[in-house]
Each structure stands twice: as C-alpha cells, then as structure tokens.
C-alpha cells in the first residue's frame, strides 16, 4: 500500500488523534501515578515505533486504561521492595519507575514471542464477562484515584485529619468517609473546574453536539484548553500541584528518561508484573483490533500475530525509556476513523506530532490543571463501568451475571491478575455445570415403558455422575436403550459405569437393557 497518496486525509486525522491523546496520555499517567512523561514517551512510541510494524490500517496504540490498576499496584510494590533494601528515600520513586520499566521491556518480549508463536487467538479464550468485569473494576478504580484531583484535596492532609499514618494506605471508604467529615479540605476553585470540565464532557456526548460543527473539536481538547486559559487568567488560584509537570525545565535530553534498572533481574516481582502487563495488554490489545477492523469503513482485517509482534516492540521501547505499557487503544483508534483516516500514517503523523508538542511547548503543556485531566478520567470510568452495563448483563442471567460481578469483586479486592482468575473459576464452575446438565437427552416412549438415552458427541468424565445418578433412579421393569449413534467420544469412565449397569443395576431392577453403539459393550 503507498502511505504517501492519502496524505490529504492522514495528516488531518493524525492532527485530530493527536489532539485526543494529549489529554489522554497525560491523564493516563496521573491515574497511574507516575510522571507525565512516561505517558508522552508511551504515546510517541505507540505511534511512531507501532505504527511503523503494525498492520491495522487505522488502529491507533498508546498508554490504555485498561493497565492503570497493573501499574499502580506495581509501583507500590516496587517502592516497598526499595524500601526494604535500604535505597534512600529521594531516589525510591525514581528506581521504582526504573522496575517498572524493566518490567514492561520484558512484557514486551513475551509479547512478541506469542506473535511469532502465532497466539494472536488468545484472547478468544477469555469469556466476555470476565474481560467486561475487568474494565469495569479498572473503570471504578479510576474514579476514585482521581477524586483527590478532581475535589482539590491533599490525600496526605486528609490522612492527617483522620488520624492515618502518612505511609498508610487510604481506603476507598475512608476517602469518601474524609470527604464529608472534613469539606474544609477541599478547594472550591478546583472543583468548579472539575464541574465545568464534565458539563462539557458530558455535552459533548450529546446528538446536538456531534451533529453540528462543533462536533469536530473533541471534547476532550476543548476542556484542557479551558483548563489552560483559566490557569492563565487566574494565576495562583490552582496551585502548582495541582498542574501537570513534565518535569522537563532543566533537565539534559538523556535526564528525560527512566532507563530499565537491569539489576533487578531476579526481582520476583518485576517478573510477575512483566507477565501480568504482557497478558492483559496482549487481551486488551487484540479486543481492540477486532472492534477496529469492525468499525473500519474499509473493513480491513488486521493480522493479529504481527500486531502481537508490533506491540512487543513498542513496549520493549517504551520500557527502555521510563515510558509507559502500550497496547492498541479504540478511543484513539475510532477518533482516527472518524476524522477519516485512510493509512497507518495517520498514527505515525500523531506520534510525531507528541515529539513536537514536547520540544516546542513544554511551558503550555505544563499549565494544564489536574482538575481537567480528572474529569476526562471520570468520563472515561464512567464508561467502563457504566450502570446500564450492569443491567444488561443481570438480564443475560446468573450465568453471566456472578462471573462478572466475581471479577469485578476480586479485582476490588485483590488486584488484577487474581481478580481475572477468580472470574474464570466462576465462568468454568458454569461451565461444568451446563455440561453436568447436557451430556445426554431422555426420550419416553410406549407410555413410558421404554425410555431411551441418547448421548451427547462428547462425553466426558465429568457427566459420570449425572449419567449414574439417573440409571440408579430408571424404575424398575422397563425397556431401557443407550444410544452412543451420535458419540465421537466416550470417556473410559462412562464405559466403565455402563458396563456396571448391564451387569448388576439392570439386572436387578429388571430393566430391559439394549445398548447401540457403546464401544466394547454393544451385544
């Protein structure tokens, strides 16, 4: 394909997806509690390196939600560990976003080991539920990481006021429980800016909006821009803590950037962090390119092992630079359809276009207040974890409904990794279940003086015990028939049990037995 002869509407819609992953990118790394940056370098290699490797014509790559809670969990681990061994208390966070590096270079690697293994089909064995639980609890997650920022109060004040230890973490309760016992510590001014920014947020989602002119502008531009020029006419009524800091003024090119602390290979937890990253950014990201593909107006169909091959890369770059994990990400991708997008030169345009905004205007970037990257983060959560989501599922059944309620819980409760295997333990109890229940079919016949048991095509061990059951239960005297016709397998067990019957169970309840089709038991 020649990525040149479309530049007329590439270089535009890479405009638009760089407009959208500014914010994004920013907002990204202030809910994963990390330093801006990181969330620049993850949006630059996403466009550039990715979109260099990737084949998804219109897909867009870049730091996701879906990893903010991975990330925070991580961090807090990595700072613990530091800690422990002594490291100075200045250079703790430095180092621990080092590990965090290090851990996503090797995501990275994995990442592409399962593209050239060709397992771009993995995430087809992750039941929906489970993977709409996940987002769901990252969506909550979300919103409460940003309540500090989105209400303008200090979370070590707020400790202070409820008698907690400064190292002690705040619970989601004890936060809210903060909120309203001591308003005191909330800024006013920050929160008329949260307000405004969702008023607009949520405006912006309306058919009045996106049907008119206006429409063209995202709302997600249009509200760090008013962050900025209400920063810029108000001066010191948004603290500088309350700003993003690039943390670039003063600093030399190679000061910019968190190279991997290669020391912690046998760190167990940078290990087990790089396998988790790996894992759900390989899901997250193969979920995207197939709601892509689909919203592609072209309908192209992307390769999802080269993808897998793509995002590897880019996370093995990203990781060598402090930046943050990187899998393909459908805000970004839908707003790059929307503005028409035709080539991967669109992604590749926004990426560079990151660089730029970085070089030539780090002082403006550095206005915007958190108050307007909370609000698009609450947007965002709300999403995820919408209440009509909830519903809908509750109406699919318990089926559904428990596995995605026990994801969301575990998640909550725990953390990710073993939140998502907690969904799965519940997805494969129904799955045994439904499988308990239909592995043969009854047929009565001649006024239920001949009943006739047809096997499933796969029988299993695990239907022994139904089949038992019911053959302990056959009322005595009558005509029963066993039909394997439509078995492709049966298991030894099975065999085994029906065997016991035709000789002893059948005989002394005078059941007629006739078998057909049973392997080393047909008469």
């Not at 819609?13 to 992953?21: H, Y």
């Amino acid at each position: 394909m020649n990525y040149f002869k479309n530049l007329g509407k590439d270089l535009p819609a890479g405009l638009v997806v760089f407009l959208v992953a500014i914010p994004l990118c920013l907002g990204i790394a202030l809910g994963s509690e990390v330093p801006p940056f990181s969330g620049l370098i993850a949006g630059i290699v996403g466009g550039i390196v990715v979109g260099v490797i990737s084949n998804s014509r219109i897909g867009v790559s870049g730091p996701a939600a879906g990893l903010i809670a991975i990330i925070i969990t991580a961090m807090a681990t990595f700072k613990s560990e530091l800690i422990a061994d002594g490291v100075a208390p200045d250079d703790v966070n430095l180092m621990a976003l080092q590990m965090l590096g290090f851990s996503v270079l090797i995501s990275g690697i994995f990442q592409m080991l399962l593209g050239f293994a060709k397992a771009g089909v993995i995430a087809y064995y992750f039941p929906n539920v489970v993977i709409k639980g996940m987002l769901s609890a990252i969506g909550l997650i979300l919103i409460k990481k940003q309540l500090s920022n989105g209400l303008g109060y200090d979370k070590g004040a707020l400790k202070d006021q409820l008698g907690l230890a400064a190292d002690a973490d705040l619970s989601f309760w004890q936060e809210i429980k903060g909120i309203f016992m001591f308003p005191d510590q909330m800024s006013l001014v920050i929160i008329g800016v949260t307000l405004v920014s969702l008023l607009i947020l949520i405006l912006w989602e309306t058919k009045f909006i996106k049907n008119s002119f206006l429409g063209y502008v995202p709302g997600a531009v249009l509200v760090v821009g008013l962050g900025i020029i209400f920063v810029l006419m108000t001066g010191s009524l948004i603290p500088d803590n309350f700003r993003v800091d690039l943390g670039v003024s003063g600093k030399s090119f190679s000061q910019l950037f968190a190279f991997p602390l290669f020391e912690k290979f046998g760190s167990s937890s940078v290990w087990i962090t790089a396998v988790t990253i790996a894992i759900v950014a390989s899901i997250e990201t193969l979920l995207c390119v197939e709601a892509t593909d689909k919203l592609d107006p072209e309908k192209h169909v992307t390769n999802p092992n080269r993808e897998l091959i793509a995002q590897g890369a880019g996370n093995i770059v990203s990781g060598s630079l402090g930046g943050l994990p990187i899998t393909q990400v459908i805000v970004r991708s839908s707003a790059n359809i929307g503005a028409g997008g035709k080539t991967k030169t669109s992604a590749i345009f926004h990426g560079i276009l990151i660089v730029a905004s970085i070089a030539l205007i780090p002082n403006v970037l550095n206005l915007i207040p958190y108050a307007s990257l909370a609000a698009i983060l609450f947007v965002v959560g709300y999403k995820l974890a919408k209440p009509a989501l909830f519903a809908t599922i509750f109406k699919k059944g318990w089926e559904e409904f428990l596995p995605f309620i026990a994801t969301i819980v575990g998640i909550l409760a725990t953390d990710l990794l073993k939140g998502i295997g907690i969904g799965l333990i519940f997805s494969i109890f129904y799955i045994l279940k439904r499988n308990y229940n239909h592995n043969y079919v009854i047929k009565e016949e001649a006024d239920n003086k001949v009943v006739r048991m047809t096997l499933s095509e796969e029988v299993t061990f695990l239907n022994k015990a139904s089949i038992i059951q019911y053959l302990h239960a056959a009322p005595e005297g009558i005509k029963m028939i066993i039909d394997g016709s439509n078995c492709k397998s049966i298991n030894y067990d099975i065999l085994e049990a029906i065997g016991e019957f035709k000789d002893f169970g059948s005989k002394e309840k005078n059941i007629d037995l006739e078998l057909i089709n049973i392997p080393a038991l047909s008469k």
